[in-house]
């Protein structure tokens, strides 16, 4: 309770102390008039735009206040929506892994969800008789080989043999050493095709299962698709090539540059979104699917004259407080161009260099308001 009043006694302070030292020059009459802004069109400004509304403030006034100024500046502009997303698995990089015959798994080499798998490294060992009278054939045809009169016959049954076993999943190594070995070997190990991360496990040890049932699905997490929701309105921002990037709240500061790949064409039913997928490189494995992302796309981008969003006062018209002098601050009528969460484009009423209030610019309104009215209500109590 004692720490507000404080604040009002503050605040009663400085708005007496504004309306004691305020400016007592005579209003400019007040006149319509037009002006180009960049685009080259001529707009009308409101009446009361080529009015002088000045404040005079102290010091200490300026203390209170905790009025801070900036420069208007030129610099690049551009206009930019964030959306809210989720990463997820790339689709397309996703490789599901079967099986090759039928028969028994006796052994799986990878057990655990989110295990890394390399190209090469075992998956799983395979019991299955279908294999093992292929197998048995090729050595048979190889035991043969001498005794039949048609050398280049033989050959043919033989390469035969071994392309059915490379078709079943074999490797070349394993036929090579089943051909110097001679023996059959009652289980047959199949190794992974690609390199990638362990997403699903769909079988366990000792279960039967037939030729292409899916048995892991592997996937390559080289890139990302960050999925996002957006008002159909807002498609068109897509095709006008606007540069397209992510953030991360577990990579504060890093930027990722997002291409997108996809749009959903049509919508459901009493629905207003779309769904849309952006893609993102991760080559070094720091993102994860399921990671909350924010989309930015950056569009209309220009020079232009710029101040901070928080100068702008607006209500009837648009204002801001531009500071004169020592003391001295005036209050602008000015028309804004492209903007974003941060700056706004000015069109008219502000030049280059000019200082601008970024905080305390209420407080100056307000106290301009009580001058005013002040004023009116000295007039109106005088009789004619």
Not at 43 to 66: C, F, G, H, W
Not at 370 to 384: E, F, P, S
Request: glycine share 8%; net charge neutral.
């Amino acid at each position: 309770m004692k720490n507000k009043q404080i604040i009002v006694v503050v605040a009663l302070y400085f708005v007496v102390s504004v309306m004691s030292c305020t400016d007592r020059r005579s209003p400019v009459q007040k006149q319509v008039h037009s002006s180009m802004d960049n685009s080259g069109r001529h707009v009308e400004m409101p009446e009361d735009s080529t009015q002088t509304d000045m404040i005079a403030l102290t010091k200490r006034d300026e203390l209170y206040a905790n009025i801070t100024i900036d420069t208007v500046r030129v610099k690049t502009i551009a206009e930019y929506t964030v959306l809210p997303g989720t990463t997820s698995f790339d689709e397309r990089k996703i490789s599901v892994v079967t099986s090759r015959i039928r028969g028994r798994l006796d052994k799986l080499f990878v057990t655990s969800p989110q295990q890394w798998v390399e190209t090469g490294q075992p998956l799983y060992a395979i019991y299955s008789e279908e294999m093992l009278s292929y197998e048995n054939e090729l050595l048979v045809l190889l035991q043969q080989r001498s005794q039949l009169s048609n050398i280049k016959q033989s050959e043919q049954l033989i390469e035969g043999a071994r392309r059915r076993l490379l078709l079943y999943g074999l490797t070349s190594g394993q036929i090579a050493a089943l051909e110097k070995n001679g023996n059959v070997s009652p289980l047959d190990t199949f190794y992974s095709p690609v390199s990638g991360t362990l997403t699903d496990l769909s079988v366990s040890e000792g279960q039967y299962v037939e030729t292409g049932a899916p048995l892991f699905r592997i996937a390559d997490l080289s890139q990302l698709w960050i999925e996002a929701q957006m008002y159909v309105s807002e498609l068109k921002w897509l095709f006008e090539k606007p540069d397209v990037t992510a953030e991360f709240d577990a990579y504060p500061g890093m930027i990722f540059p997002v291409t997108r790949v996809f749009d959903n064409p049509t919508l459901e039913t009493g629905q207003k979104i779309s769904l849309v997928r952006f893609l993102v490189a991760n080559g070094k494995h720091t993102l994860k699917p399921g990671m909350l992302a924010y989309v930015s796309i950056r569009r209309n981008e220009k020079k232009a004259l710029v101040i901070p969003k928080s100068s702008i006062l607006v209500g009837n018209i648009v204002t801001a407080w531009v500071r004169t002098g020592d003391g001295m601050y005036e209050s602008r009528v000015i028309l804004l161009g492209i903007q974003n969460k941060k700056e706004v484009e000015v069109l008219n009423g502000l030049k280059e260099g000019e200082l601008i209030v970024t905080n305390g610019a209420y407080l100056l309104n307000s106290a301009l308001v009580l001058k005013k009215g002040a004023g009116m209500q000295g007039m109106g109590g005088m009789k004619m």
